[in-house]
């Protein structure tokens, strides 16, 4: 015997019956999705380019390429 009761007509119910309407997502929360994505990209790339841009490679150059 089974823990738990079995029911024999799950697959009927599950794949027969009406499915539930999706349900659509409003306008601002799409755009303020969309904006934190956007400032997240943005935020990104700045800081690499700016921990990038800014180092100074004179201390790597060999002798013959500094003159």
Same mark, same amino acid.
């Given at each position: 015997? +089974?823990? @738990?009761?079995?029911?024999?007509?799950? @697959? %009927? *119910? &599950?794949? &027969?019956?009406?499915?539930?309407?999706?349900?659509?997502? !409003? /306008?601002?929360? !799409?755009? +303020?999705?969309?904006? /934190? /994505? /956007?400032?997240?990209?943005?935020? !990104?790339?700045? *800081?690499?380019?700016?921990?990038?841009?800014?180092?100074?490679? !004179?201390?790597?150059?060999? %002798?013959? #390429?500094? #003159?």
């Amino acid at each position: 015997m +089974a823990p @738990f009761k079995i029911d024999h007509g799950w @697959f %009927d *119910a &599950y794949w &027969y019956s009406d499915r539930p309407r999706p349900r659509r997502r !409003s /306008v601002p929360n !799409s755009l +303020a999705r969309f904006a /934190v /994505v /956007v400032v997240l990209l943005a935020g !990104s790339g700045f *800081a690499l380019s700016h921990l990038q841009g800014h180092r100074d490679i !004179s201390s790597g150059l060999q %002798d013959w #390429e500094q #003159e």
